[in-house]
Nanobody, 118 residues
Framework: QVQLVESGGGLVQAGGSLRLSCAASGSNFNFNVMGWYRQAPGSQRELVATITSGGSTNYADSVKGRFTISRDNAKNTVFLQMNSLNPEDTAIYYC????????????WGQGTQVTVSS
C-alpha cells in the first residue's frame, strides 16, 4: 500500500521560506508525475506544481518565480521549496503522485498546513 507523508509545514511570516517534503512509502513505484496541490479554506484544491520522472516541471502562475519543485527518484521523494511566501499561500498542501500502468493510479498525502502571517 502506497502512502505519501508530507512534512515541513508550519507558521511563517510573510517573506519567509518553507521547504516541504513528501516521501512515498509502502512501495517503490516509478511515479511518472509527482506534485503539490493546495487548498485554502473555502476554496477548491488547486495545482501548485508538478514534476515528471524526467525532471520536467510545471507551476501555477501564482507561484512561478517563488516556488521550486524537485524530486529524488532514488528516494521516491518530492520537495517544494517555497520562498517569498505571502498570506495568499496559506493553505493545506497535499502531495500527489501518479503512475500510468495502462490505467492512471493516483495517490494523495494527508496534507500539511502552511500558514503565512502578515
Amino acid at each position: 500500500q502506497v502512502q505519501l507523508v508530507e512534512s515541513g509545514g508550519g507558521l511563517v511570516q510573510a517573506g519567509g521560506s518553507l521547504r516541504l517534503s513528501c516521501a512515498a512509502s509502502g512501495s517503490n513505484f516509478n511515479f511518472n508525475v509527482m506534485g503539490w496541490y493546495r487548498q485554502a479554506p473555502g476554496s477548491q484544491r488547486e495545482l501548485v506544481a508538478t514534476i515528471t520522472s524526467g525532471g520536467s516541471t510545471n507551476y501555477a502562475d501564482s507561484v512561478k518565480g517563488r516556488f521550486t519543485i524537485s524530486r529524488d527518484n532514488a528516494k521516491n521523494t518530492v520537495f517544494l521549496q517555497m520562498n517569498s511566501l505571502n498570506p495568499e499561500d496559506t493553505a493545506i498542501y497535499y502531495c500527489n503522485a501518479r503512475r500510468y500502468l495502462g490505467v492512471l493510479y493516483a495517490y494523495w498525502g494527508q496534507g500539511t498546513q502552511v500558514t503565512v502571517s502578515s
